[in-house]
């Protein structure tokens, strides 16, 4: 149930995100949405990056055929954005983004960071935005599991269930976007894009570089299905691509899902990475998109599908991120998650 908040809140809640932003006076703010989507949204960002002193202005882009970001994050598909120049030259020309839309995993929302414009997406219901505020300290834990990621050759996790996977990692170490994504839900660095809310990290691996099996236990989460497992599903991976899901129904769902997609490239694994996120839950019944289950504190996020957001040329619209619980993950010989807990102190909660 989503609850009602004044115009009010709104805008001193979206203020506040802004500030950690580093909005100034002299920029630019530009608001990007589809149609009449999230129009409250809007219209709170706007006000409140005008009473930052910020100059402002707002892009609608024709609205998709689909009713919001939970269909759209299940078919990343092309937006009207994709032919519009002019809205193109606006967003470029701003200094941050709020990006209310969705652009995640397109070639213009990774256009718009080359142009040194920063961008924070926000889509998920408000009661979700406000119990996953972001904050500093919460950044500085994503950043120490990045400075580690970094530094690593190779990310090994495993589960009581039966995964045992290696990837070989990519070096990520370019300009946006081929770099380890971070999201702590707010962004001051030009051309860095974030997502508010979340708290958690990714990388990939290299192009064949990843070799196991990953076995999804009953609980663990699918996403953008917002489902709990009630059979284990078993991935066999080779050479990065998924080669075998094998187990009960949800096994052939899974299957029958990414094979609907009809695209080879849909069968890649995708990101890795782990939830740093304390005030983010373990769960599936919150409204919007499931950022509390991708971000939530201990997890190991599997995912397969695209890989543009890591400086890839993969743009298959099947994207599968796959929340998994009570995992074990090193970087190269570190344990970093023991069971679903965070091991080193710099990026405990
Ligand atoms: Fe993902």
Request: charged share 25%.
């Amino acid at each position: 149930m989503t609850e009602t908040v004044s115009p009010e809140e709104m805008q001193a809640t979206f203020a506040e995100v802004l500030g950690l932003c580093a909005v100034t006076p002299d920029e630019k703010v530009a608001v990007l949405c589809e149609g009449e989507l999230l129009a409250d949204y809007a219209e709170a960002f706007l006000r409140a990056a005008s009473a930052l002193g910020a100059e402002t202005t707002r892009v609608r882009v024709a609205p998709g055929d689909h009713a919001g970001a939970e269909a759209r994050i299940a078919n990343l598909s092309a937006s009207a954005l994709a032919s519009d120049t002019a809205a193109m030259a606006t967003l470029k020309e701003a200094d941050l983004v709020i990006d209310l839309m969705l652009l995640l995993f397109s070639h213009e929302q990774i256009a718009i960071q080359q142009a040194g414009t920063r961008m924070l997406m926000v889509v998920e219901p408000f009661e979700v935005l406000r119990r996953m505020m972001p904050s500093r300290a919460l950044r500085a834990r994503v950043e120490a599991a990045e400075r580690r990621l970094a530094a690593a050759r190779t990310l090994r996790f495993t589960n009581d269930a039966g995964t045992d996977v290696t990837y070989e990692l990519a070096q990520l170490t370019g300009p946006p976007p081929a770099c380890i994504l971070t999201e702590y839900g707010y962004t001051d660095t030009p051309g860095r894009w974030d997502h508010w809310p979340s708290g958690f990290l990714a990388s990939t691996g290299t192009a064949t570089g990843v070799e196991g099996r990953v076995v999804m236990d009953v609980g663990d989460i699918v996403l953008p299905w917002k489902e709990h497992l009630a059979s284990p599903v078993s991935f066999t991976i080779r050479d990065g691509v998924v080669v075998a899901i094998d187990g009960g129904s949800d096994a052939r769902r899974l299957r029958e899902y990414i094979e609907s997609f009809d695209d080879p490239r849909a069968w890649a694994v995708s990101h890795i990475g782990w939830g740093l996120n304390r005030d983010a839950r373990w769960t599936v019944d919150a409204p919007g998109i499931g950022m509390d289950s991708r971000a939530a504190y201990g997890n190991v996020l599997f995912s397969t599908g695209p890989d543009t957001e890591f400086g890839g040329s993969n743009d298959t619209p099947c994207h599968l991120d796959l929340p998994m619980q009570n995992c074990s993950l090193w970087l190269d010989d570190e344990l970093i998650v023991e069971r679903g807990d965070v091991v080193p102190a710099d990026m405990r909660a």
